[in-house]
T-cell receptor
Framework: DTAVSQTPKYLVTQMGNDKSIKCEQN?????MYWYKQDSKKFLKIMFS???????INETVPNRFSPKSPDKAHLNLHINSLELGDSAVYFC????????????FGDGTRLSIL | AQKITQTQPGMFVQEKEAVTLDCTYD???????LFWYKQPSSGEMIFLIY??????QNATEGRYSLNFQKARKSANLVISASQLGDSAMYFC??????????????FGKGITLSVRP
């Protein structure tokens, strides 16, 4: 059973389009995250949600809007895609309130043409 | 200032030998966690090992061990008996407790490890 699953795995689209990436975890974790890995492999947090509530919102363009319908799901919607949005986006989850490891999904490779 | 520093260039190791991947960190928080993740060429992020700042002993997980030197703020990953499948990018990361609900993983730049047959 996949612990953190995100879809799609690959997303190729044109500049200006709107797209969504979905994430689901079956670990019973309270906190979920979105990370962006750029072309130099640097990983940076974008958002985190705890029990459907936005906790962390790093300096991310407001074209990116996370949505958490319940604590097992955290989706990422991106409006008006730009070339610089090309990256790998990772969803992750962890238990609330402790320092235990975050578990990552397999990533979504977004390519903007 | 960078919180996690991984400065080694690409590392090479002969199969079956041990290799150490360096990581130093910076925090004023007395309670924190240190992590190592592996990212193979297929792209997924695989959790390897965790060390808590108050843990008395160095963490070990199979062939992975963490050489935790708190005073020096270093958390080096040691891989024993390297295998070809260990070829990957390795990331050191940290979470700080004082940030509470805002606790997030801060990653280093990563180190590429290549295992030679």
């Amino acid at each position: 059973d996949t612990a953190v699953s995100q879809t799609p795995k690959y997303l190729v689209t044109q500049m200006g389009n709107d797209k969504s990436i979905k994430c689901e975890q079956n670990l019973g974790h309270d906190t979920m995250y979105w990370y962006k890995q750029d072309s130099k492999k640097f990983l940076k947090i974008m958002f985190s949600y705890n029990n459907k509530e936005l906790i962390i919102n790093e300096t991310v363009p407001n074209r990116f809007s996370p949505k958490s319908p319940d604590k097992a799901h955290l989706n990422l919607h991106i409006n008006s895609l730009e070339l610089g949005d090309s990256a790998v986006y990772f969803c992750a989850s962890s238990p609330q309130g402790d320092l235990r490891p975050q578990h990552f999904g397999d990533g979504t490779r977004l390519s903007i043409l | 200032a960078q919180k996690i520093t991984q400065t080694q260039p690409g590392m090479f190791v002969q199969e079956k030998e041990a290799v150490t991947l360096d990581c130093t960190y910076d925090t004023s928080d007395p309670s924190y966690g240190l992590f190592w993740y592996k990212q193979p060429s297929s792209g997924e992020m695989i959790f390897l090992i965790y060390q808590g700042s108050y843990d008395q002993q160095n963490a070990t997980e199979g062939r992975y061990s963490l050489n935790f030197q708190k005073a020096r703020k270093s958390a080096n990953l040691v891989i024993s008996a390297s295998q070809l499948g260990d070829s990957a990018m390795y990331f050191c990361a940290m979470r700080e407790a004082l940030t509470g609900a805002n606790s997030k993983l801060t990653f280093g730049k990563g180190i590429t490890l290549s295992v030679r047959p």
